[in-house]
């Protein structure tokens, strides 16, 4: 009780000097609870969302797949003569047949996209019964005939869609419009989809090119009867390989693909929570650290006065338990706020998401109260050591001795060992013959170079910073001298501070490598390889009539047609594999300059021919003139022989195994060849510009489609790299704020120990003006240490990754030199902005109460 006593005392004595490490336990725990209740709202949202939209019973065709559109692109269907045999099974109360495609763009008359912005699919059907378990129409009346079209609410005021709007809808089998009569409202949240009803004949017309199938039939039990048995009856009624499915497993079925998008999020959102974890741990050991320096003579006290060292240690380590337990649960309160945010932002960037469905866990709050408790205790376990070893003659000198800070030689060279490993981990990653060996060893190299770092720092802050100082600071005179000297007084302490920055600033500099080295790679690898003028691709394969009007665009010499092929292939050795074929136009020899190491990749486009990688070769042992059997999914199997052997080092179709279309087509049926993936165009001789503009126009009806020259390709490359770039470095926002938070708290607890000195040094004439810039200089100096080693560190990191990268073909290595040096500058920023308020306190403290501080 006496130490519970003593601990609280002391708490709410310090209160304020514990406010910034409770704030970074506070960020950390509310980035880790407001990732779970967002991601777990998500997961509540597409639960009610699929079980409402899903029947007792559905059955589909044995190929289907929710998450896919089949190779065609027109949806699996069943023969509607199946319908009436579901109905007679036992215990059905109704079965209808549904038409259901995810492979349809829908524009208005101004030919704007519906579609969603964030990634949602746009969905097309005809309007059933079963829809009315999710939805009710809300104005105007269900379609009922060819002219006439339903939309649902959330599109409809997305988009200000109103009844009589006329929408075209472009599908594989053609391009149809109608007029909306209808707008439908979901009873439950819908995340983001577009979805277009039409009557049911128009429907299996238009989106399957027959009006006698449905793409799955939705049965209803009747009274009594359970889903289970229903499955069952219905199974043993139709007799035949179909996909029948309760309404739970279409519902897990439906889930999987959104579940694996919801992980990464999740277990990508908690990575960064960690690192500001890992980042806080720094600030809460310097706080404790500078704590119990400052109470050396109250300890001493203790000690003397009989308090054991087990009760001393305890004493701290209860402190730290009531900063992580305060901190935690601030941080839960606020993680809730953050998952609302994120709510916030993402509908505002087009996907719905409604705090009805907020969802909070009992396993969040504990999970977070637990974690940022146990990272607390443990961050001040070591200070609780060094408290637990102050002697009762302690009481009798000043705190803070030297003996308590100085960095010893067994931290050194345990730092110098761990650095070495790291480095040679990394040398052994970027010697790596394969990817997927090396990216171990730069996981490793990764941790115990940035462990090594942190070990070592306290011995590099007095080379490091006497460096920055001459650069910086000795222009300032006496000033700057004891910026420098204060610096450099701990250097311990200023290591663990500089080395919170470190950790952040490593991460941005190793991204900012991999990301420009990526694009610098690419763009190299599109002005060697790519011979073409024009690429069009777009979110929906490329339909026939967009092709059509591509072909007729004037100005080109030649359009290359270019699609994926499913297809098992049987290589000479015997073994299998569903890699697939690229079948294109012979042109795409001259689109893509694909090098090869034996035969000519244009013999491959010959009759019954086919080119494989070396990657696929070395693997079976393939050679020029064998034969490879390839049996063409839904078509028959072929033997074709081996022209060419392209070489797999590029970063473009890296492994494709091409063969012509007319190959193709001579095994597939014509209502089997799937569409084109992208389509490649040249430009006649001196009219590149004048094509470029008639592609565009002749492509304006089909906006799903992008028409790119090399140039709009390159910056479109660029600007995808910098958004993923630019959503990484918001996530390790949080990471660099808390370790702005520790260089302000180092600061403050730095002035409160130093009260005497300042008092001293104003006694004998320092204006308050000097001692604020001689803080706010001892600020910068520390941050510019933490950036120096950081940014090495993250370079580092990230040659080493680019290595491993130009096992996949990206061969160019570039660094960012503008971000690099940016980021080193706003680090000397940073620095000036925490020593705002310590250096605006120390300012105004009176100065005989200084002098008088014991």
Known sequence: MTVLKTSMRNFFAHKGRMALSAVAVLLSVAFVCGTLVFTDTMNTTFDKLFATTSSDVTVSPKEAKTDETPQNGVPESLPASLLAQARQADGVNSAEGAVSSMNV??????????????????????????????MEVTSGHAPRGPTEVMVDADTADKHDLK???????????????????????????????????????????????????FTQFNVTAATGVSDAQLKQNVTQALDG???VQTQQEAADENREGVGEFMDVIKYAMLGFAGIAFLVGIFLIINTFSMLVAQRTREIGLMRAIGSSRKQVNRSVLVEALFLGVVGSLLGVAAGVGIAIGLMKLMSMAGMNLSTDDLTVKISTPIAGVILGVVVTVLAAYLPARRAGKVSPMAALRDAGMPADVKAGWIRGVIGVVLTGAGGLALYTAASADKASEGALMLGAGIVLSLIGFVVIGPLLAGAVVRVISAVLLRAFGPVGRMAERNALRNPRRTGATAAALMIGLALVACLSVVGSS????????????????????????????????????????????????????????????DSGLTAADPTYAEDLRRPTTAGTLTAAYGKDAMSVGTDYAKKHGVRVGDTITVAFKGGETAKLKVAAITDDDTAIDQGALYTSIETMRKYVPADKIPPNEIMFAKAKDGQ?????????????????????????????????????????????????????????????????????????????????????RMIRMESVVIALFGALLGLGLGMGWGATAQKLLALEGLNVLEIPWVTIGGVFIGSAFVGLFAALVPAFRAGRMNVLNAIATE
Do not use: C
């Open 518 to 577: 990526m694009v610098a790679s690419a763009t190299s690898e599109l002005d060697k390889s790519v011979g073409a003028d024009f690429i069009v691709q777009g979110n929906q394969r490329i339909v026939p009539q967009a092709q059509k009007a591509m072909e007729q665009s004037p100005g080109l010499a030649h359009v290359t047609s270019y699609k994926d092929v499913d297809a098992t292939l049987t290589s000479p050795d015997g073994k299998t594999d």
């Open 241 to 243: 390989t179909f996909k």
């Open 688 to 772: 590149q510009d004048q094509a470029y503009a008639a592609l565009k126009k002749s492509l304006e009806p089909y906006p799903q489609y992008q028409v790119r020259d090399q140039t709009d390709y390159k910056q479109e490359l660029k600007d995808q790299v910098g958004q993923l770039l630019n959503m990484v470095y918001g996530l390790l926002a949080l990471a660099i704020i808390v370790a702005v938070l520790g260089v302000v708290n180092t600061l403050a607890l730095s002035v409160v120990e130093r009260t005497r000195e300042i008092g001293l040094m104003r006694a004998i004439g320092l204006s308050r003006r000097q001692l604020r």
């Open 163 to 213: 009844l009589g709007d006329e929408l075209r809808t472009i599908a594989q089998t053609g391009d149809f419009t109608a007029k909306i009569v209808g707008i439908a409202t979901f009873k439950v949240t819908n995340p983001g989809a577009s979805v277009v009803y039409f009557d049911t004949a128009t429907a299996q017309r238009e989106l399957l090119g027959s009006t006698g199938r």
């Open 105 to 134: 763009t829908v524009v208005n008359s101004d030919n704007k996209n519906m579609g969603s912005t964030t990634g949602a699919p746009t969905i097309a059907g005809n309007w059933t019964k079963n829809d009315l378990r999710s």
